[in-house]
């Protein structure tokens, strides 16, 4: 079963950078559209950036201009470099993706595969 692991997340001060990576577990054909979504405590999940496997980008508001979104297809890898980080960014992220892994069954448009989360701490 193909799962997707993220690493990158840790503790950084305010204004500070962390960069997440994320990348699947097994061979797959391809990799479609890809996100990175977070929560916080006590807050819903929310979709922070997304990138399409021509590189079309979306960001949430309070991240533009801060955060970038980036993949190499070619390892099918997927990045987030956070920068003048935030203590509201604090939160638990987790990367999402839609995979062609099952020749039979290609990409659909969903986020099927999600990562476990890495945790990303903003103190002041």
């Known amino acids: 079963q193909v799962q997707l692991v993220e690493s990158g997340g840790g503790s950084v001060q305010a204004g500070g950078s962390l960069k997440l990576s994320c990348a699947p577990s097994?061979?797959?054909?391809?990799?479609?559209?890809m996100a990175w979504f977070r929560q916080a405590p006590g807050k819903e999940r929310e979709l922070v950036s997304s990138?399409?496997?021509?590189?079309?980008?979306t960001y949430v508001e309070s991240v533009k201009g801060r955060f970038t979104i980036s993949r190499d297809n070619t390892k099918h890898t997927l990045y987030l470099q956070m920068n003048s980080l935030k203590t509201e960014d604090t939160a638990v992220y987790y990367c999402?993706?839609?995979?062609?892994?099952?020749?039979?069954?290609?990409?659909?448009?969903?986020?099927?595969?999600w990562g476990q989360g890495t945790q990303v701490t903003v103190s002041s």
């Open positions: 999402a993706a839609d995979l062609w892994v099952d020749l039979r069954v290609p990409c659909n448009g969903e986020y099927a595969y």
């Open positions: 097994g061979y797959i054909f391809s990799s479609c559209a």
């Open positions: 990138i399409t496997s021509d590189g079309t980008t």
